[in-house]
Every structure is written in structure tokens, then in C-alpha cells.
């Protein structure tokens, strides 16, 4: 159902399609990234399926993607 799995510091994502983009200097790199058609990890959520979603963050993001499975 979802392509990529992305884990940020703060949250866990599955998403159709991730953009990782990072910006700032050497010294403190900002990390931007762009989920669409995503669903968040959040118990406190009242809806975990979004269109969009983007994060910003200094820390390490995992992004991997997840195998296709045939039908």
C-alpha cells in the first residue's frame, strides 16, 4: 500500500512518495522533508491519513524503501 517507510526523531511516516532536501551550512544542516499521500504515527492524531505532510528537523531521518509485494 505505501512505498517508503520515514522515521524522523519525533515520528514514524509511511508515504507513496518522500522528497529529501537539505539545506543550511555545514556546521547546522537542515533537514526538509516532503511526504504525499502519507500516514502518521501519532496516537494523539484524530487522523493519521494526510495528502501532504512536511517535516523540518537538525536530527537524522531514516528513509527506506519498502519492498513490492505481487498480487
Known amino acids: 500500500m505505501f512505498r517508503y517507510a520515514v522515521e524522523t526523531e519525533r515520528r514514524f511516516y509511511l508515504a507513496n512518495d518522500v522528497n529529501v532536501t537539505v539545506g543550511g551550512d555545514a556546521s547546522r544542516p537542515v533537514i526538509e522533508v516532503e511526504l504525499s499521500d502519507a500516514w502518521v504515527w501519532d496516537m494523539y492524531r484524530k487522523s493519521?491519513?494526510?495528502?501532504?505532510?512536511?517535516?523540518?528537523?537538525?536530527?537524522?531521518?531514516?528513509?527506506?524503501?519498502?519492498?513490492?509485494?505481487e498480487i
Open 48 to 69: 493519521r491519513f494526510v495528502p501532504k505532510v512536511k517535516v523540518l528537523t537538525f536530527k537524522d531521518v531514516n528513509v527506506e524503501e519498502l519492498p513490492r509485494t
